[in-house]
Structures are given as C-alpha cells and as structure tokens.
T-cell receptor, first 117, second 112 residues
C-alpha cells in the first residue's frame, strides 16, 4: 500500500520569496513520484516527476523537487515565487516498475499556495 | 491533439437519477482512471482500466460503474445518484508507469 502526506494545507508566500511545499510518502516498493498543479476550475497539470536516476528533478515554471529516499520525501521548491504560481499543488505516488500496481496514482490532499500581500 | 475530453462540464441531478460521464482520449493510452475531488480530500480513485476490456475498482467504487470497450473511451456511470456523490470528477489517461497521467478538465456534478 502507498500513501502521501502533504504538510500544510495552505502556504502563503511573498512575491520573490522561496516556495517550499512538503511531501512525504510511504511505499512498499521503490516509488515513482509526481507533483501536479491545479489552477482554479481547471484539471491537473503535471509539473515534474521522479522515476529513476538523478534525484533532483526539474519541472515546468521553474519548479524542482528532490527525491530523498532516506527521508521518504519529495519536497517541491521554487527559488522565487511569482503571483502566477497561486494554485493548488498535489503530490502523488505510484509503485515503480517493480510494483504490481504501478498504474495507480495515490494523491496527497493538496496544498493551496497563495500570495502574501 | 485534444488529449482527454470529458463531457458534460456541469451537471445537476436529482437523487435517484442515473447518468453517464463521458471520457475520451486520443493519445492511444492503455491506462485510464476516474477520480473524484472533494475539498480537503485530494483526489480519490474510483475505477481504473489497464486496457480495453479490463477494469477494476479503486478506493471509492460504490455507486459507480465503468466499462472499457475501446482504448479511447472510458465512461463512468452513476447508477442511482446520491447527494454524497456531489463532487468534481476527473478522467485521466497514461501510457503507464513513469509517464504520469494526463487529466481532463473535469465534470462538476451536483446531486440535489
């Protein structure tokens, strides 16, 4: 079984400040990890993913995430926030290639990122 | 390329009515899934399919039915709508494993 915990349902940042959204996972096999973004009244868009290889992965819109196996974490960062980053962000996990259920994504409950006036 | 197309975008049902949410993809993806999104709950898997003719239950399957007669289409049927099924429904498709899923724009369903 796999699960995802996103720490903080709401994060507020000033423009130009560091964005840090936290994600911890549990998985019985080496996982595949994903971050999705959802803008208001839209579907989910893939930001980035980790499958194998380099543990620091870069995505769209200047976001990146680092897979830390020892900490079972996959935190999302962006060095300098922009007002257009305001959205809800979801971390998701699936079993990797060695897993029997590698077609199923399990999502965290989401973190709403808003701008601090 | 249309990607994943969901219809309708909005629907209001009365308790006890049935309906089908449509989902079609034109990317020749084998894997397709239905999720529901509720505030504070994230996305929860309802049903999924790993290919035409193959479907299985996800985390919250009760009250829903699916079939997969073609690679392209994966409709979700509500058998007898209940207020607890008020939600936003997303269909998604993927080549599988590490590719991630492509999501449709969603269907907002209200059951009164």
């Amino acid at each position: 079984a796999q699960s995802v915990t996103q720490l903080g349902s709401h994060v507020s940042v000033s423009e130009g400040a560091l964005v840090l959204l936290r994600c911890n996972y549990s998985s019985s096999v080496p996982p595949y990890l994903f971050w999705y973004v959802q803008y208001p009244n839209q579907g989910l868009q893939l930001l980035l993913k980790y499958t194998t290889g380099a543990t620091l992965v870069k995505g769209i819109n200047g976001f990146e995430a680092e897979f830390k196996k020892s900490e079972t974490s996959f935190h999302l960062t962006k060095p300098s926030a922009h007002m257009s980053d305001a959205a809800e962000y979801f971390c998701a996990v699936s079993e990797g290639v060695s897993g029997g259920s590698n077609y199923k994504l399990t999502f965290g409950k989401g973190t709403l990122l808003t701008g601090k006036p | 390329n249309a990607g994943v197309t969901q219809t309708p975008k909005f629907q209001v049902l009365k308790t006890g009515q049935s309906m089908t949410l449509q989902c079609a993809q034109d990317m020749n993806h084998e894997y397709m899934s239905w999720y529901r999104q509720d505030p504070g709950m994230g996305l929860r898997l309802i049903h999924y399919s790993v290919g035409a003719g193959i479907t299985d239950q996800g985390e919250v399957p009760n009250g829903y039915n699916v079939s997969r007669s073609t690679t392209e289409d994966f409709p979700l049927r509500l058998l007898s709508a209940a207020p607890s099924q008020t939600s936003v429904y997303f269909c998604a498709s993927s080549y599988g494993t590490g590719d991630g899923y492509t999501f449709g724009s969603g269907t907002r369903l209200t059951v009164v």
